[in-house]
């Protein structure tokens, strides 16, 4: 989720526009697939997985990299996670039972969520510090998503694979010069209605990045590029009440930048514009915010971190993910709406951004026709209600 109105790739384990089949199992085939035993959300097990699997070698249950960076990233797998992968798994032995997921979010249940539960608490409740209690609750959130979605979500579109909408997708060349991060908070990593995965099923993981709120790893990736860049070419698309917030028109619309085109062959990568969106909910939204801003300034000093506006504009997706006020907006509608006001400036008009604006809401259609299509399916109501508040 975005704010408003402040706004070669990597080796996957699938083929892009095309989601692998189904693995062939009685377990499998009963909880995800057969529409008319499945009454409540999605459970499955782990028992005798690895005869399930057609990712690779999995018979112990470990994250592969090729996994990691197959359901959107190009980091390395970070340590926190695999540690909890691991002991997951050493714990699912222990009191043997098979892991299972469901329910909102995909938690765990049965005998080992108790366990697993009593144990997590022990261990945040032990941590010395917020900064340690923050990377494992991330780092427990998203291992338990990797596990829960393994092998039943596509991880291009990060929907079940019955429903995979990848060949509906057409992917695109993002602008010379403009680089998006999706700062992404852990609940909302691999959740079925999120936006901001579409940008890096159009433009790729290289033009448009994840990085994970509250993993390391992926923090000090975004930090070191927005390090190189220098802070004039690093923006954040985030309504702060606090600072000045200026709009696309006000941020570069007044600076002489000359021929946008002879100025993009003289700028190398390290140079280009970054603009962060944040993707979460907007009851996490600010927590993340606060943590941008306190290390931009352990990097930049005082000064704020650079905030832009967008014009106020409704996404598809309000349909099914009403936000809390008319003038905020998914990620991947915040997305569009920078590139088509971008688009309207002298010196990015001849790059074709209105181009890439509306491959992302063509693709944000095909997403919200995918959830409604599977929402009939299940026999779930289609319409969700308008949590307006003009006061937000």
Known sequence: MTMLPASGRATRAFVFGKCPAAPKSPVWSRNHFDPRLRKSRTIFSFASFAARSRMGDRSEGAITLQEWQGWGTTSPLPNMVMEIVEDLKALEKDVDADMSFGGIGGKLRGNLRIQED????ATYQALGDSEKKLQFY??????????GSRGYLCQKCWL?????MCSKVTSRSLGPGIRFWLYMHPKD???QNNTGKILWQVFGVEAATL????IPEHEEIMWNSFKLAGKGNVWCLYPNKNAAVKSVQDAFGQELLGNYEATLAK???DKALNFILIDGTWSNSAAMFRRLQDQAKSIWGDEDLPCISLTPGASAMHKLRPQPSWDRTCTAAAAAGLLSELQ???QFSSIGLDTQAEAVEDTVTVLLEALTKRRLRMGRSITRKVRHNSNI
């Open 118 to 121: 009593k144990k997590h608490r």
């Open 138 to 147: 991330a780092a427990r959130q998203i291992a338990c998503r990797l596990l």
């Open 160 to 164: 079940p694979m019955e429903d995979c």
């Open 189 to 191: 990593f691999l959740r």
């Open 211 to 214: 990085c994970l709120f509250g």
């Open 267 to 269: 700028t190398k990568e």
């Open 344 to 346: 309207l400036l002298p």
